[in-house]
């Protein structure tokens, strides 16, 4: 499978997950509804129902009194005959007495329904009733949607220029850690064998009103760092507070230390996109173009794990420990991405050690791929 195709392939699934996320939603909500309509007191019901009837002649009899009177100023103006006003008034106070005799007829049709059953009423179930206002599951509730989803980006809710989108951001690559002084190969990490994971969520904003050239990024990502020492060694905490990597007593099979951080990285992010405009809006894409952004990350470590795996009298042996190992609670650092479209080259370097007041700073620096999707 392809770049491209993977790229689709991640897309659909998150589609998909919206739409099964969406639903799940939807029927929560409903069992909810139909639960609590069942447990209300039929009777308190009708008793509101009754209380409606009344309101309803006054309702009726105030629209028709409103009615006559605009008739009257059209008569003193001379907008209209006496005889063109007396057909208006007798017109309206029909279809005010029908109104009433309708609507009385409605409530008492509930009441005589609820009465019957003792309030255990059916409701009839229409998934996916879509209307240009939303979608809807049609379960109606005194005349109303007992549960209604209506999504910001509907169609009544276009609008014709939108500055900020979102997206669902996950990369993945290789980690390491620089020593101070030292250069990327005297780590004493595994090159190929740490690695990092990272996924979030981003608002991009674009920052001038008539050109999408530069937009603002921001958003929040949790960040899996690993790190697999090399030549048997662990991570070892020490009385002094500190923490070394020292040889351990048996063959190692398996030893990785990772840190999980909670940060939230902001980017200036530069690239063409392509102009899109009809008549009821105007859109900016940036599918198939390149793009670049440069920012940093500011956040906190939420927690330190080492896991060693090993063989001990003939049986496997497999210890997880979480420690603080005296790391920095407080994480921030530079980070950068260019690529086409979703899919983009990223590197991210801390500047705040991973270990406090050790001997020899460490700086963890990963390198992978980024996608937006």
Known sequence: MGTGSGVLFIKKIKIEMKTITMYLILLLTLFIVQNSVAQEDYQKRIENLKEQKAKITRQEKEALKYEVENINERLQNGSITADEANLQKQAAAEKRALNIDNR??????????????????????????????????GVDINGKPAVFFKSKNWKSEIRYDRRTYSDFVMAVGLNNAILEGQSLTDSPYKI??????????????????????????????????????????????????????????????????RMDNLVFPI????????????????????????????????????????KLKYSLDGDKVKDKFKRSYNTNDLIYGLSAYAGVDGVLLYVKYDLNPIFKDAAVDQHNISLGLRFDL
């Open 267 to 306: 980017h200036f992010e530069f690239g063409p996109s392509k102009l899109k405009t009809t008549e009821k809006t105007i859109r900016y894409s940036l599918r198939n173009q390149f793009r670049i952004g440069l920012g940093g990350y500011g956040g906190f470590n939420l927690g330190t794990r080492q």
């Open 104 to 137: 009385i007829t409605i409530i008492e049709n509930q009441i005589n329904l609820l009465e019957r059953n003792e309030g255990k009423t059916l409701v009839l179930i229409e998934f996916d009733t879509i209307s240009d206002k939303g979608l809807r599951l």
């Open 192 to 257: 190929g064998g740490s690695r990092f994971f990272e996924m979030g969520w981003q608002w991009r904003t674009r920052v001038f009103k008539k050109t999408n050239f530069l937009r603002f990024n921001y958003g929040f990502s949790f960040q899996f760092n690993g790190l697999k020492p090399k030549n048997n060694q662990y991570l070892v905490s020490l009385d002094n507070g500190q923490s070394e990597l020292q040889e351990f007593d048996y063959e190692l099979n398996k030893s990785k230390f």
